[in-house]
């Protein structure tokens, strides 16, 4: 049985002209120094940031590597409130939805003397506009809200959270892991240039888009200063000190160069038919319209089933999905994200998401949707 998968969201495979653009540079010399093996290393660190930069549509020195995503958030927050531990802006806003590497930066920033705060979302995992404008004041530091949610795919309003932030004084900080190199809806622009938004501080990561895992960048806008938290010998403008990972940093530019060149298809969507095959069968789609999340989200729960119990009868019937962020994988606990959403205990355990690739095909899309009703029939089945 061939396997089908549908965890993109996760992590997408390494693109093959990633791994052999990677290859070269696995003994590279160290960057920083100065003999010829050391320029070499430089000068390919160089033309990735400039691939990056372009990309995002920024300045070359506001492009910042880093390990992932992870990394990247917790340097925006943390490294923006050591920054300003002087300040009399002592509140930082973080939307309730957001992944968890923004979450749970929240005891550190309490012990630094913030008091953090987190804000509602709708039914979709959005920011509550009003609630953010009630809320915010001159003593706001710093909000975080995400580009587009990891688990259900929505997108926040996000130049109108800037303008709010903005209006108060405060910083913004955008996680766009899961829309850095993708088409994005309503907009034309098949790689859309994101540091064109309204944000101050913006994260990306390499895995989300068939580079390798544990490479990530941040964009800094000019004259936003940050404290490294992690000192070293001055790499990353004196912003992110260690060596920096040569070739997991040409595999992301490699990355970036490959979904820029892609061309995207007016053909059917297969997660449209994969949807639709499985709202037919019973299944409870968590947002209204396909049109406003992420054309590779499809985010469902099926009434009075667990979301463990069906990931792990959809992966012996050869169908790679999950519950949500990757880093809550096993845990039994409810989607914290459909908590936020209003969802009760027992139906925040039922979410299941499949998120599709670009190679993702529409018999891989009919054959999932095939094995994942026969899957919730035996469970409910056997449930009865």
Same mark, same amino acid.
């Not at 400039?50 to 506001?62: H, R, V, Y």
């Not at 932030?165 to 809806?185: R, S």
């Not at 298809?265 to 709202?279: A, C, E, I, M």
């Given at each position: 049985?061939?396997?089908?998968?549908?965890?993109? %969201?996760?992590?997408?495979? $390494?693109?093959?002209?990633? !791994?052999?653009?990677?290859?070269?540079?696995?003994?590279?010399?160290?960057?920083?120094?100065?003999?010829?093996? /050391?320029?070499?290393?430089?000068?390919?660190?160089?033309?990735?940031?400039?691939?990056?930069?372009? +990309?995002?549509?920024?300045?070359? %020195?506001?492009?910042?590597? *880093?390990?992932?995503? *992870?990394? /990247? =958030?917790?340097?925006?927050?943390?490294? %923006?409130?050591?920054?300003?531990?002087? #300040?009399?802006?002592?509140?930082?806003?973080?939307?309730?939805?957001?992944?968890?590497?923004?979450?749970? @930066?929240?005891?550190?920033?309490e012990a630094l003397g913030y008091t953090v705060e987190l804000l509602p979302v709708d039914g979709e995992a959005r920011v509550d506009l009003d609630f953010l404008s009630q809320t915010l004041d001159d003593r706001v530091l710093l909000v975080s809200a995400m580009h587009a949610n990891n688990e259900l795919g929505t997108l926040n309003a996000v130049t109108e959270i800037a303008?709010?932030?903005?209006?108060?004084?405060?910083?913004?900080?955008?996680?766009?892991?899961?829309?850095? /190199?993708? &088409?994005?809806?309503?907009?034309?622009?098949?790689?859309?240039?994101?540091?064109?938004?309204?944000?101050?501080?913006?994260?990306?990561?390499?895995? &989300? $888009?068939?580079?390798? &895992?544990?490479?990530?960048?941040?964009?800094?806008?000019?004259?936003? &200063?940050?404290?490294?938290?992690?000192?070293?010998?001055?790499?990353?403008?004196?912003?992110?000190?260690? *060596?920096?990972?040569? @070739?997991?940093?040409?595999?992301?530019?490699? +990355?970036?160069?490959?979904?820029?060149?892609?061309?995207?298809?007016?053909?059917?969507?297969?997660?449209?038919?994969?949807? @639709?095959?499985?709202?037919?069968?019973?299944?409870?789609?968590?947002?209204?319209?396909?049109?406003?999340?992420?054309?590779?989200? =499809?985010?469902?729960?099926?009434?009075?089933?667990?979301?463990?119990?069906?990931?792990? !009868?959809?992966?012996?019937?050869?169908?790679?999905? @999950?519950?949500?962020?990757?880093?809550?994988?096993?845990?039994?606990?409810?989607?914290?994200?459909?908590?936020?959403?209003?969802?009760? #205990?027992?139906?925040?355990?039922?979410? $299941?998401?499949?998120?599709?690739?670009?190679?993702?095909?529409?018999?891989?899309?009919?054959?999932?949707?095939?094995?994942?009703?026969?899957?919730?029939?035996?469970?409910?089945?056997? !449930?009865?």
């Amino acid at each position: 049985m061939r396997r089908i998968y549908l965890d993109h %969201a996760a992590t997408s495979p $390494l693109l093959p002209e990633v !791994r052999e653009a990677m290859l070269p540079w696995l003994d590279a010399g160290n960057p920083s120094s100065l003999h010829a093996e /050391g320029r070499k290393a430089k000068a390919v660190l160089d033309e990735a940031r400039e691939t990056l930069s372009d +990309a995002l549509g920024c300045l070359f %020195a506001e492009v910042l590597f *880093t390990s992932g995503g *992870t990394e /990247g =958030a917790n340097l925006a927050l943390i490294g %923006a409130a050591i920054q300003n531990l002087d #300040a009399s802006r002592t509140r930082i806003l973080i939307s309730s939805a957001e992944h968890h590497c923004v979450l749970q @930066s929240g005891p550190a920033l309490e012990a630094l003397g913030y008091t953090v705060e987190l804000l509602p979302v709708d039914g979709e995992a959005r920011v509550d506009l009003d609630f953010l404008s009630q809320t915010l004041d001159d003593r706001v530091l710093l909000v975080s809200a995400m580009h587009a949610n990891n688990e259900l795919g929505t997108l926040n309003a996000v130049t109108e959270i800037a303008e709010r932030a903005h209006g108060h004084g405060a910083l913004y900080h955008c996680d766009a892991v899961q829309t850095f /190199g993708k &088409k994005l809806p309503g907009l034309d622009d098949p790689f859309p240039k994101l540091t064109r938004l309204p944000v101050d501080l913006l994260t990306v990561s390499a895995h &989300k $888009l068939g580079g390798p &895992k544990g490479t990530g960048a941040i964009f800094i806008r000019a004259g936003v &200063k940050l404290k490294p938290l992690i000192a070293g010998g001055g790499q990353e403008r004196e912003v992110r000190g260690g *060596t920096e990972n040569v @070739s997991g940093i040409v595999g992301f530019a490699a +990355a970036v160069r490959a979904a820029t060149a892609r061309k995207t298809s007016d053909s059917v969507n297969p997660r449209d038919v994969f949807l @639709s095959s499985l709202v037919e069968a019973g299944f409870v789609p968590t947002v209204e319209s396909r049109e406003t999340t992420l054309s590779g989200h =499809a985010h469902l729960r099926l009434p009075g089933v667990d979301a463990e119990t069906m990931l792990i !009868r959809l992966d012996r019937e050869g169908v790679s999905a @999950s519950s949500g962020s990757a880093c809550s994988s096993g845990s039994v606990e409810p989607s914290h994200v459909l908590l936020a959403c209003g969802y009760s #205990a027992a139906e925040s355990k039922e979410g $299941l998401r499949f998120t599709f690739g670009f190679e993702t095909s529409l018999a891989e899309a009919e054959e999932a949707a095939r094995r994942t009703i026969l899957v919730g029939q035996q469970v409910k089945a056997q !449930r009865s």
